[in-house]
């Protein structure tokens, strides 16, 4: 199993900044993707963007040049900078890790709100 912390969720006024933190434990060896995922109230669940070991990224095309998405692999730890958000980036965002883009583990979920 791998288990998965998230932290830095809050509340931030419109145009302003956070960073989300993950951190994965356990049967580290068995996974080489992470993510986030984002789920709004009334609204399916999405994937916010994600990063292989190697670096690769994919983003959602809502957050292309706001966020970005970045680990360390000595820490096994994945982060992501979200910039210049907006009311509708508020969510519960959800760190993910699995194997080739099949995440089969998920976080607790961490909330973001960005409101004047």
């Known amino acids: 199993q791998v288990q998965l912390v998230e932290s830095g969720g809050g509340f931030v006024q419109p145009g302003g900044s956070l960073r989300l933190s993950c951190a994965a434990s356990?049967?580290?060896?068995?996974?080489?993707?992470m993510g986030w995922y984002r789920q709004a109230p009334g609204k399916q669940r999405e994937l916010v963007a994600r990063?292989?070991?190697?670096?690769?990224?994919n983003y959602a095309d809502s957050v292309k040049g706001r966020f970005t998405i970045s680990r360390d692999n000595a820490k096994n730890t994945v982060y992501l900078q979200m910039n210049s958000l907006k009311p509708e980036d508020t969510a519960v965002y959800y760190c993910?890790?699995?194997?080739?883009?099949?995440?089969?583990?998920w976080g607790q979920g961490t909330q973001v709100t960005v409101s004047s």
């Open positions: 993910v890790a699995g194997l080739s883009w099949s995440f089969g583990y």
């Open positions: 356990g049967r580290i060896f068995s996974i080489n993707a």
């Open positions: 990063i292989t070991n190697s670096g690769t990224t």
